[in-house]
Nanobody, 114 residues
Framework: VQLVESGGGLVQAGGTLRLSCAAS????????MGWYRQAPGKQRELVAT???????NYADSVKGRFAISRDNAKNTVYLQMNSLKPEDTAVYYC?????????WGQGTQVTVSS
C-alpha cells in the first residue's frame, strides 16, 4: 500500500494550495480517506475526512476554507485549501482506513507566511 502526497509548498497568507494524495495497493473506492496535519510541537490533528460514500467532515478551524474531495477513477483524494492562515502551517498527511486497515502517507509540508 502506498499513499503519496503532493502539492505542498510555501504560500502567503490568504493564498491557496491544492494537495493531492495518490493511492496504490488498495481498492481505493471502498476506503474512507482523510487529511491530517501536525505542526511543530503539536499533536497530529484531523483536518478533513471523506467516507467511501462521499460524506465529508471538517475540523472547525478549516470549515468554509478547505474542501476535501475524491476521484475514485484516479485513486486520488484532494484537499483544496483557500484563505490560508499562518496557523495552517504544518505537515499534512493523507490517511486511508477501512475497519482495522489504517495507512498513512509520508506527509507534505505546507508553510503559510504572514
Amino acid at each position: 500500500v502506498q499513499l503519496v502526497e503532493s502539492g505542498g509548498g510555501l504560500v502567503q497568507a490568504g493564498g491557496t494550495l491544492r494537495l493531492s494524495c495518490a493511492a496504490s495497493g488498495i481498492m481505493f473506492s471502498i476506503y474512507h480517506m482523510g487529511w491530517y496535519r501536525q505542526a511543530p510541537g503539536k499533536q497530529r490533528e484531523l483536518v478533513a475526512t471523506i467516507t467511501n460514500g462521499g460524506t465529508t467532515n471538517y475540523a472547525d478551524s478549516v470549515k468554509g476554507r478547505f474542501a476535501i474531495s475524491r476521484d475514485n477513477a484516479k485513486n486520488t483524494v484532494y484537499l483544496q485549501m483557500n484563505s490560508l492562515k499562518p496557523e495552517d502551517t504544518a505537515v499534512y498527511y493523507c490517511n486511508s482506513n477501512l475497519q482495522r486497515a489504517d495507512y498513512w502517507g509520508q506527509g507534505t509540508q505546507v508553510t503559510v507566511s504572514s
